[in-house]
Antibody
Framework: QLQLQESGPGLEKPSETLSLTCIVSGGSISSNSYYWGWIRQPPGKGLEWIGSIYYSGSIYYNPSLKSRVTISVDTSKNQFSLNLNSVTAADTAVYYC???????????????????WGQGTLVTVSS | EIVLTQSPGTLSLSPGERATLSCRASQSVGNNYLAWYQQKPAQAPRLLIYGASSRATGIPDRFSGSGSGTDFTLTISRLEPEDSAVYSCQQYGSSPVLTFGGGTKVEIK
C-alpha cells in the first residue's frame, strides 16, 4: 500500500526558503504511470495546487507561484522535494504531497487527480 | 485559469437525507476532467470521484458524480453520520494548470 510522508521544519521566518520532502514508501516513484504533486491549504481555506513532477524530471508549476517554487525528485531515495523561497505569512498552510495519476488519452498525457495523499505538515511563517 | 465555485458553503442535513453539492466552472472543463474529494477535520483529502462520474476504489455507491461543461454535481444519496466533512472539487481539464474549488461543508444534524 503506497504511503507518502511529508517532512520538514514547521516554522519559517519571513523572506526565508521553505523546504519540504515527501518520502514515498510501498511503491516506486519511478513508475511511468504517475506524477507526484504538492498541494497546500491555508488555515480555514481551500486547497491550492503548487506543482507536479514526473520521475524523469518533467515539472509543472502553478503560474501564481512559479517564480518562487522549485520541485525536484530523487529517484535513488524514492522521494521528491519542494522549495518555496521568499516566504511570507500568506504561505502559512498545511502542505500535502500526493500521487497524481498520469492520465493519457488520444496520444496525450495529462496531470489529473490526486490519490493517495500524505497526512500533511503545517508550516507557519512567522518571525 | 479555470475558477471553480462551489455551493452552498454549508449544507446541514439529517441522516438518510440526500445531499446535492454544486461545482461551477468559469469556463468549460475539457473532457469533463473533474474530481471530488472528501476531507474530514485534521485529515488529508480523500479521492471520491474522478472523470466527473467515476468512483474511486472503495468509495460507497451512495456517492455519485454527474455533470459536464461548466456545471458539476456531487450527490450523496443517503447521508450517514460519517459523511460529515468538507467536499472539494478539482479540475484537470486545463492540465497542466490544476485548480480546486473552495469547498462545501456538509454537517449532519
Amino acid at each position: 500500500q503506497l504511503q507518502l510522508q511529508e517532512s520538514g521544519p514547521g516554522l519559517e521566518k519571513p523572506s526565508e526558503t521553505l523546504s519540504l520532502t515527501c518520502i514515498v514508501s510501498g511503491g516506486s516513484i519511478s513508475s511511468n504511470s504517475y506524477y507526484w504533486g504538492w498541494i497546500r491549504q491555508p488555515p480555514g481555506k481551500g486547497l491550492e495546487w503548487i506543482g507536479s513532477i514526473y520521475y524523469s524530471g518533467s515539472i509543472y508549476y502553478n503560474p501564481s507561484l512559479k517564480s518562487r517554487v522549485t520541485i525536484s525528485v530523487d529517484t535513488s531515495k524514492n522521494q521528491f522535494s519542494l522549495n518555496l523561497n521568499s516566504v511570507t505569512a500568506a504561505d502559512t498552510a498545511v502542505y500535502y504531497c500526493a500521487r497524481e495519476t498520469k492520465y493519457c488519452s488520444g496520444g496525450n498525457c495529462y496531470l489529473s487527480w490526486f490519490d493517495p495523499w500524505g497526512q500533511g505538515t503545517l508550516v507557519t511563517v512567522s518571525s | 485559469e479555470i475558477v471553480l465555485t462551489q455551493s452552498p458553503g454549508t449544507l446541514s442535513l439529517s441522516p438518510g437525507e440526500r445531499a446535492t453539492l454544486s461545482c461551477r466552472a468559469s469556463q468549460s472543463v475539457g473532457n469533463n476532467y473533474l474530481a471530488w474529494y472528501q476531507q474530514k477535520p485534521a485529515q488529508a483529502p480523500r479521492l471520491l470521484i474522478y472523470g466527473a462520474s467515476s468512483r474511486a476504489t472503495g468509495i460507497p455507491d451512495r456517492f455519485s458524480g454527474s455533470g459536464s461543461g461548466t456545471d458539476f454535481t456531487l450527490t450523496i444519496s443517503r447521508l450517514e453520520p460519517e459523511d460529515s466533512a468538507v467536499y472539494s472539487c478539482q479540475q484537470y481539464g486545463s492540465s497542466p494548470v490544476l485548480t480546486f474549488g473552495g469547498g462545501t461543508k456538509v454537517e449532519i444534524k
